[in-house]
């Protein structure tokens, strides 16, 4: 079974750091694009950032450009994002993604989410 579990979430001040990982579980991570979204309240699920299967290319939301690094260690099933210069805007649940197209459509798969506050 197919499973993405997030974790390094929590509380920091505006300006700070965090580190988000997914690691995943019950498919071959290898063959899966790995994307970071999230949620703030009342609003939409927003992409925040994308890696390629080998990690070759990657893509951020503006919003996120030059502060947030996503990354991923095919050896560990695991994907990070990097989280720097956090600002108030920033705080929302964090979503890990899995997807890739399949015989019939896209396969995706999703984790449980993450909180994370920016607030002072």
């Known amino acids: 079974q197919a499973q993405l579990v997030e974790s390094g979430g929590g509380l920091v001040q505006p300006g700070g750091s965090l580190r988000l990982s997914c690691a995943a579980s019950g498919f071959t991570f290898s063959n899966y694009a790995m994307n970071w979204y999230r949620q703030a309240p009342g609003k939409e699920r927003e992409l925040v950032a994308y890696i390629s299967t080998l990690g070759g290319s990657t893509n951020y939301a503006d919003s996120v450009q030059g502060r947030f690094t996503i990354s991923r260690d095919n050896a560990k099933n695991t994907v990070y994002l990097q989280m720097n210069s956090l600002k108030p805007d920033d705080t929302a649940v964090y979503y890990c993604?899995?997807?890739?197209?399949?015989?019939?459509?896209?396969?995706?798969?999703w984790g449980q989410g993450t909180q994370v506050t920016v607030s002072s």
């Open positions: 993604n899995a997807q890739r197209w399949g015989t019939t459509g896209w396969i995706k798969y």
